[in-house]
């Protein structure tokens, strides 16, 4: 962990390279086409460049439990795979990517190779300030296995949170990634996951956007050595004013690696999301599987779900496919409840929850349990949530 | 030109060959207001038209070209042709028609049997209708089906109450170009209450070298009728592109049912960018089949605007991609009333280095109840060498709705060749098989003649295809 001046050098030039980088482009418009759908030209963002902000990383005590983890600020490490991908990131990405970089505070998580640990390791990152651009990096050796929980949370004095996170998966390893980001409602969440996956390994990513004004979050996996495989997961929930911008990608850049994405997002009137999935195949990834799936749940009139989920097949030893489906909750089944005695707030929550179930099921209690109370509270306000109570105790 | 000998095709495509252009008008190359004043001369239009015509050619110069979709570098306005006309009058009588015409559908196939068959073969060459034949009895029932210059002349008020509404002017840059320079195609009116019963078809064909075909047809089916429309196309070879951009409009009042066919064969190297867009008001029906396989680059997406209650919308398309092509096809459904329903099925093959693409829309607007929509792409690659994308996209601001999207890419199963080849088929006849199968539920919405012919396109693209 301790490293020498010369290895924290690149450190130092990546930052600058984006910093100038951040300083020579601009912010995305809506020509571009993934931005089409969230316009980030009346959010005021220029009033955030220079604002101060800092970020705390805290870690569960279990930390220490998982053989030789060590979590630490990424300005002393000397990883190469970090340095590695951090050098990419220096070059490419959007103007929050290298805004990221040139502001923020990286930290990162080494896994040692054949390390693994029994309990969830948790990661809880506090922002304070008025923007804040926080970055973690988890990198994991060979045959690594961990389940990590993230939470980042931003305190009230927070307007915007420029989020990085880094997934570098070494081959035959296995990450199991529960993310989530809470706040008030007036924040502006910009969120940027890059994961690569190297031969065999395994990655499970969960996030839950439910917090913030306007979000836009992208996952961008990239399935490099073969054997690889990949599950995105996300479970969103958008209430009235609010808009969730959610990009995934999965890339698959080596033959025989399967990947699997599932978006599940409820929205109340007024609420809007964009899901925006792609599957890119590159012309030698034979034997790839990937299916990609968005479900919206829409609670009332009013609420906009887009969805695009798209493909880009360029080999044709493959299997892939998409689907993705937007509809209310059913009239029967609500009836039912009411049959048994639920009031129709209560039998709507518990159906919303049932239809995220699914995805709750993969997560630690540790992480799905504040995220159900969560979800309740916004399902039927803070004055009825009994039967979520109940059905999560 | 002078070509003296009829044109050998270079390569296997069939009906790779032309005749001697026998163009009596045609206008310069480029496109300027002087071209457009010329061809609204030609023609002999009312000013309003005119006036429409200068509107849009000052939109096309405003637009700018599309940033999405297939690759459009290769156009070059200034070098195409933007009118032609062969000869002086529409002709009612076949006997009337020039020969060299007549071989021209001689080589395409159409049979002597079948034309008499057909209501009436607006036939397209170079870009004015020559030849119109309409049946007895569709005149008594009211029914208009003649080309869109005449309907101007003798029906201003249906051309001025729905020429350009669907699709207006300012939609996009082809539109817009269309708009100013389009010339030929199709003009139908069905009167209330009148089924059609036999499909009403126009054979297009291009013949002038680096010529941009511009047809604009306006389909109006007034309550409560129905009417089939088929549109083919093939065009002959040429080294230098070509540009085709049709606008097609349809309006289905309440209760209509419109069904409109295409079979897009257009030699390798046109470019084929087509506005096609259908409004279905109260409990009408609009359904386009659309199929296309030749073209250097497509980009069509026949749309349905569901505007009234109870209106239905359905899209079969199919696009085979082979060397060299892009084809950027798909659909649009706008869903802007209660209680409508749509249905999209998209089949695209891709081989030798094509690219099939489908790009869609799904739109629910706000504050609607009871709305459906399903939506299944389905892709086949048969060799390493092809792409196949696909863009769907759904907006949806209505809670009260049904929406569904799936699409799978693949391959042809090892296991379906293994277990058609144990059956003693060789490998190029099996894929031929599954590939047939896979475009079954086009095919079968096909009227019998266009089954025929498409399945020996498909046949003649497939050739090849297992070394």
Known sequence: MIASTEKIDWYREAKDSARSRFASSPWPSATDEEWRRSDVSKLGLDAFIGASGTASVAFSADLSAAAGARLGPASLASLPALREAMAGIGDGGDRFAAWNLAEGEAWILELPAGSSSSAPILVECRLSGRASHPRLSVVAGEGAAAEIVYRVVAGDDIGLANVSLDLFLGADSSLRVFESHESGDDVLWFVDTKARVARDARLLHLVAETSGRFVKSRVDCALEGPGADAVLDGIFHASAGRHLDLRTVQRHLSPRATSRSLYKGALDSGGSSVCQGLIEVAKDASGTDAFLANRNLLLGNGARADSIPTLRIGNNDVRCSHGSTTGRLSEAEIFYLESRGFDRASARELLVLGFFNELFDAAPRVFSDPLIDRLSRLLVGSSNSGASREWAA | ?467
């Open chain 2, 1 to 467: 030109m002078k070509a003296e000998t009829a044109y050998a095709p270079p390569v296997e495509y069939a009906q790779g060959w032309h005749d001697i252009d026998t163009s009596v008008f045609r206008t310069r190359r480029g496109l300027d207001e002087d071209i457009v004043r010329a061809i609204s001369a030609q023609k002999n239009e009312p000013d309003w038209m005119l006036q429409f015509r200068l509107r849009s050619l000052s939109a096309f110069r405003k637009k700018a070209m599309p940033n999405w979709g297939a690759d459009l570098s290769g156009i070059d306005f200034e070098n195409l042709f933007y009118y032609a006309r062969p000869q002086d009058e529409s002709v009612k009588d076949w006997e009337d028609v020039p020969d060299s015409i007549k071989r021209t559908f001689d080589r395409l196939g159409i049979p002597e049997a079948e034309r008499k068959f057909l209501a009436g073969v607006g036939a397209q060459y170079d870009s004015e209708v020559v030849y119109h034949s309409l049946k007895e009895n569709l005149s008594k029932q009211g029914v208009i089906f003649t080309d869109p210059e005449t309907a101007v002349r003798e029906h201003p008020d249906l051309v001025r109450k729905y020429f350009g509404t669907v699709i207006p002017y300012l939609d996009n840059k082809f539109a817009a170009l269309n708009s100013a320079v389009w010339s030929g195609g199709s003009f139908v009116y069905v009167p209330k209450g009148v089924r059609v019963d036999i499909p009403l078809q126009a054979y297009f064909r291009i013949n002038s070298k680096s010529f941009g075909q511009f047809e604009r047809t306006l389909i109006i089916a007034d309550e409560g009728s129905f009417v089939h429309y088929i549109e083919g196309c093939t065009a002959p070879v040429y080294a230098t592109e070509s540009l085709h951009s049709a606008v097609v409009e349809i309006i289905a009042l309440a209760g209509a049912r419109v069904r409109y066919t295409t079979i897009q064969n257009w030699s390798n190297d046109v470019y084929n960018l087509v506005t096609k867009r259908a409004v279905a008001y109260r409990d009408a029906v609009v359904e386009w089949v659309d199929g296309n396989i030749g073209a250097k680059r497509t980009m069509k997406y026949p749309s349905v605007w569901l505007m009234g209650e109870g209106a239905h919308g359905e899209v079969l398309s199919i696009a085979f991609a082979g060397e060299g092509q892009e084809q950027d096809t798909g659909a649009k459904i706008v869903h802007g009333a209660s209680h409508t329903s749509s249905v999209v099925t998209s089949k695209s093959i891709s081989k030798g280095g094509g690219i099939a693409s489908y790009r869609g829309l799904v739109k629910v607007k706000e504050g609607l109840t009871d709305v459906r929509s399903r939506v299944v792409c389905d892709a086949l690659i048969l060799d390493e060498r092809s792409t196949s994308n696909t863009y769907p996209t759904m907006e949806i601001e209505s809670d009260d709705v049904t929406i569904e999207h799936e699409a799978r890419v693949s391959r042809i199963g090892e296991d379906q060749l293994f277990y058609l080849m144990a059956r003693g088929f060789t490998e190029a006849e099996a894929s031929l098989t599954i590939v047939a199968g896979f475009l079954d539920p086009l095919v079968k919405a096909l009227p019998m003649e266009y089954a025929v012919e498409l399945n020996r396109l498909i046949e003649l693209e497939m050739e090849g295809t297992v070394g």
